[in-house]
């Protein structure tokens, strides 16, 4: 639905897609998100750690929801779009028609996700030649992460994909082509990604070391030879073809485009926080740290030089913010751990009959459930006796360990919905303990974090916020606007548009602080000792790998 105040001038739309849906929305040159649709994409997991996409279906998604944000407005007062999207990778032949990334030969299936595993081998083999490159990723390279998908592609898929291939795209890219015609890629998604640097481009050594010459031979045609800013206009704007697509003016300028966390960051990280009393008050950006928590958690963390932290991806120059060293920590699973323990629970259909019968989602149920059953005490002590390590998906940072599996200490013959509830607790605290380890890394590593600027479906929970900010003793500052990453998007679209000088004056324009969460700092005892066994837990598995190692030594 469309906001009933006055209408300014001037309006842009943010284009978002996350790993299961595409939202769009209409914003104004003061970041006020006039208008807003979600749809969802389809996901195929045709076995274990194997997740693919169609590029078809999501470019349908974003037409359909940017119809939805800009019917019934002027269409002369539309300036700018601006994408972002998951790091997926997108494979298009010759033709730039779909090519399948499976054994099924499925082309409409033609994007590997950017959480699929499936690239062990590969990014063990990557990692084990120690290239310079990889000191910009943390010192190790991801699975999550464009080269080792590549390989598996070359290795598994030579004749039906690798040597059919036409173009290799980021998920952002992709749409920002689909929008305008033109190959030129984000520097955002090809260094935050695909190794490239900013200073020194594409390392030939690279990609012959790891068995990839092939793409040196055409000049990087296949990946990118052309690099822009986020934010700078590309090609000619809109097509016409994608202009009636998406129901916007053709010619209108289209953004070059981010991944989506970073998106998030831009929405929230340079909001003007004046007379909210926040430590980062008259301190420079590089004292907040922008957490974008969703089925994933990205945690962004800007500087003006080059820092190197161990586990944590980055120095990337201008990722994010334009002149600045972006490092980003990460959790590969959050929202969607959240989900698996929830849903997963005995008492799951219980909980969900109480909520429906009470009109409440089942997490805000589960957190009055909570306050119930605390008694006299502050709801988070509740966990005790019950701890949670949350690598289900293995440990992006900062341990950077595929191989770490989730923990779960505590568990009694109890299976209602108190125990689920409990269980839900110690889940979201123990992600928030995983964040207050990352930012003690970045911390040990040169960064000086003060602040926590929070974005994402999870930011909705009040809970998950609260333990975020008691966990790391940090205050937690909310987005005015629910919609951060959408605002991030269009503030890429208001840049393109040239109605702002720079980057940074678009986010101090458009992100808006909203509601302040601050520390309960007499709970600090209680944390730091919840955090002592936190890091015991993964100290034991790695022991009990080792006893179980010698074993498998034995038999195999």
């Avoid at 169609?54 to 269409?75: E, L, N, R, Y």
């Avoid at 958690?297 to 030089?305: A, I, L």
């Avoid at 890394?441 to 600027?453: R, S």
């Amino acid at each position: 639905m469309h906001s009933k105040k006055q209408t300014p001038e001037k309006y842009y739309v943010g284009i978002d897609v996350g790993s299961a849906s595409v939202r769009a929305a209409l914003v104004d040159g003061f970041g006020t998100v006039m208008a807003h649709a979600e749809q969802p994409i389809q996901i195929w997991e045709p076995q274990a750690e194997h997740y693919e996409q169609s590029s078809a279906d999501i470019w349908a998604a974003c037409c359909s929801v940017t119809k939805k944000v800009v019917s019934g407005v002027d269409a002369s007062r539309i300036r700018g779009v601006g994408f972002d999207a998951t790091c997926s990778l997108v494979v298009v032949d010759k033709q730039f028609q779909p090519l399948a990334v499976n054994c099924e030969g499925e082309n409409y299936r033609n994007v590997i996700m950017w959480m699929d595993h499936r690239a062990v081998s590969q990014v063990e083999r990557i990692n084990a030649t120690q290239h310079r490159v990889l000191s910009y990723v943390g010192g190790v390279m991801s699975v999550e992460m464009q080269p080792p998908k590549l390989l598996w592609i070359k290795e598994n898929l030579q004749e039906s994909c690798w040597e059919k291939a036409g173009h290799f795209f980021d998920l952002p890219d992709f749409l920002s082509w689909k929008a305008t015609g033109v190959t030129a890629r984000s520097l955002c998604t090809v260094v935050c990604k695909w190794t490239y640097t900013s200073d020194k481009g594409w390392d030939d050594s690279f990609w012959k070391m790891i068995g990839l010459e092939d793409l040196v031979e055409d000049k990087y045609e296949k990946i990118g030879n052309r690099i822009l800013s986020p934010g700078e206009s590309v090609g000619k704007g809109l097509t016409p073809e994608a202009a009636k697509d998406l129901g916007l003016p053709e010619g209108i300028a289209v953004a070059a485009s981010l991944i989506d966390a970073h998106a998030g960051g831009l929405g929230v990280i340079g909001a003007d926080v004046k007379g909210h009393n926040l430590p980062c008050e008259n301190q420079p950006i590089t004292s907040r740290v922008a957490m974008i928590c969703g089925t994933s958690s990205c945690h962004m963390g800007v500087s003006e030089t080059p820092i190197f932290v161990p586990g944590v991806w980055g120095p990337y120059f201008s990722a994010m913010v334009p002149g600045l060293w972006l490092n980003e920590g990460g959790q590969s699973a959050t929202g969607k751990l959240i989900d698996h323990v929830v849903r997963g629970h005995v008492a799951f259909p219980e909980l969900q009959a109480k909520a429906a019968a009470s009109a409440h989602s089942i997490y805000t149920y589960l957190n009055s459930h909570l306050d119930l059953i605390k008694k006299s005490l502050p709801v988070g002590f509740l966990t005790v006796d019950l701890h949670v390590w949350p690598d289900f998906h293995g440990n992006r940072s900062p341990l950077t360990d595929l191989t770490l599996k989730g923990m779960v200490v505590g568990l009694t013959l109890s299976q209602g919905l108190d125990e689920l509830a409990l269980i839900y607790l110690a889940t979201i605290q123990a992600i928030a303990l995983g964040t207050r380890h990352i930012l003690e890394t970045m911390q040990a590593a040169g960064h000086h974090i003060n602040t926590l600027f929070l974005c994402g479906g999870l930011s909705k929970n009040p809970l998950f916020v609260q333990m975020h900010a008691d966990i790391t003793g940090k205050p937690v500052v909310l987005s005015k606007e629910a919609e951060a990453v959408l605002v991030g998007a269009a503030i890429l679209g208001a840049c393109a548009s040239g109605d702002f000088a720079s980057i940074q004056e678009a986010m101090a324009k458009m992100g808006k602080v909203g509601r302040v969460v601050q520390p309960n700092h007499e709970h600090k005892r209680f944390y730091d000792k919840k955090y002592k066994v936190f890091l015991k837990l993964v100290e034991h598995q790695r022991e009990y790998r080792s006893i179980m190692d010698s074993f498998r030594s034995g038999v195999m």
